[in-house]
C-alpha cells in the first residue's frame, strides 16, 4: 500500500514535468500578453497628451476653417479681405489648449417683461 502511493506519487511527478514545458509555454503568451497591452495603453496615452481635456459638461469640438469661395477670392494677395474672427479664434485656441472650459453661448434674458404702450396717434385710427 505505501509502494503504491509511492509509486503513484512518482507518477503525478514524472507527469507535472511533460506539463512543465505547457506552462512554460502559457506563461510566455500571458507576457507577451502584458506586454502589447502596455504597449497600446502607452501609445492611446500619447495620442490623448495632445488632445484637450474635459474641462467643463461639454466636450471641446474644433471650430469651422474659414474659407473663400473661388468666386470670393481676389487676383492680388493684397486686395485680400482677413477672413474669421479674430476674438473666436483665440477663445477656441484657449479651450484647445485647456486654460479655460468649452462652453456654449449665453442666452439674453430680460430681468423684467417688455410693456406694451399704445400711442395716442395709433389709437385715433
Do not use: C, W
Not at 469661395?69 to 484657449?94: A, M, Q, V, Y
Request: charged share 40%; glycine share 2%.
Amino acid at each position: 500500500r505505501v509502494q503504491q502511493a509511492a509509486l503513484r506519487a512518482a507518477r503525478l511527478q514524472h507527469q507535472e514535468l511533460f506539463r512543465l514545458r505547457g506552462i512554460k509555454a502559457q506563461v510566455a503568451r500571458r507576457l507577451m500578453e502584458l506586454a502589447r497591452r502596455k504597449e497600446q495603453r502607452r501609445l492611446r496615452r500619447l495620442a490623448e497628451a495632445n488632445k484637450p481635456r474635459r474641462l467643463g459638461r461639454l466636450k471641446y469640438q474644433d471650430p469651422d476653417i474659414d474659407v473663400q469661395l473661388s468666386s470670393e477670392l481676389s487676383d492680388s494677395l493684397r486686395t485680400l479681405k482677413p477672413e474669421g474672427n479674430i476674438l473666436r479664434d483665440r477663445f477656441k485656441s484657449f479651450q484647445k489648449r485647456n486654460m479655460i472650459e468649452p462652453r456654449e453661448r449665453a442666452k439674453f434674458k430680460r430681468k423684467y417683461k417688455v410693456k406694451m404702450v399704445e400711442k395716442r396717434s395709433f389709437r385715433e385710427m
